[in-house]
């Protein structure tokens, strides 16, 4: 089993809709959870962060946490074509060990 | 700040011959990390350093690879002898701790081609 699971895609959504992006880790010691954007051809740049369990909201990101269920999932609000990229969720694992899943493409159509 | 730097951003070279990859991580900053990706595995962490010290090299794929960090401005991921499998964008990324938990930022990438 792979440390950070992410559907690969893509997903498509129309512009302004709600794009849900999910992500599963298998150590249910990890504390800290990411989420960072990558454009083709880019290095990949940090979102949204997530320590506890719940929501956490800036502008039109939501993360979510479930530590029980060892799942993070990120939601974009009001997509807009700009946020056509891949979206990897990482994961501290300790020692300041970053795992990253494969990633999410998500394509927004006009 | 110029962000982390890298060099060369692409290099192409044939099988068997020596590649040097370096990378100067943000000022201040006391982790640096190099992570390898692909479209087959993703975003791989090869190694990372804390205050110039390797902590983690478990993801070094074999004795052909190695990465040096002489001081806080600097470091290198050499792979002698290279092998086409070793085609990928290599990135380094740098981060301070804060809050408890780590933010990386990631230079531009070396785009690798062994043939």
């Known amino acids: 089993q792979k440390e950070v699971e992410q559907n690969s895609g893509p997903l498509s959504v129309p512009e302004g809709a709600i794009a849900s992006l999910n992500c599963t880790y298998s150590d249910r010691g990890s504390q800290s959870f990411f989420w960072y954007r990558q454009y083709s051809g880019k290095s990949p740049e940090l979102i949204m962060s997530i320590y506890s369990n719940g929501d956490k909201e800036d502008g039109r990101f939501t993360a979510q946490l479930n530590k029980a269920s060892q799942y993070v999932s990120l939601l974009i609000r009001d997509s807009q074509p700009s946020d056509s990229a891949t979206y990897l969720c990482?994961?501290?694992?300790?020692?300041?060990?970053?795992?990253f899943g494969t990633g999410t493409r998500l394509l927004v159509s006009p | 700040d110029a962000g982390v730097i890298q060099s060369p951003r692409h290099e192409v070279t044939e099988m068997g011959q020596e590649v040097t990859l370096r990378c100067k991580p943000i000022s201040g900053h006391d982790y640096l990390f190099w992570y390898r990706q692909t479209m087959m595995r993703g975003l791989e962490l090869l190694i990372y350093?804390?205050?110039?010290?390797?902590?983690?090299d478990s993801g070094m794929p074999e004795d052909r690879f190695s990465a040096k960090m002489p001081n806080a401005s600097f470091s290198t991921l050499k792979i002698q002898p290279s092998e086409p499998r070793d085609s990928a964008v290599y990135f380094c990324?740098?981060?301070?701790?804060?809050?408890?938990?780590?933010?990386?930022?990631f230079g531009a990438g070396s785009r690798l081609t062994v043939l």
């Open positions: 990482a994961v501290n694992t300790g020692f300041q060990k970053l795992v």
């Open positions: 990324a740098s981060s301070f701790y804060a809050s408890g938990a780590n933010v990386l930022t």
């Open positions: 350093f804390n205050n110039n010290v390797p902590i983690d």
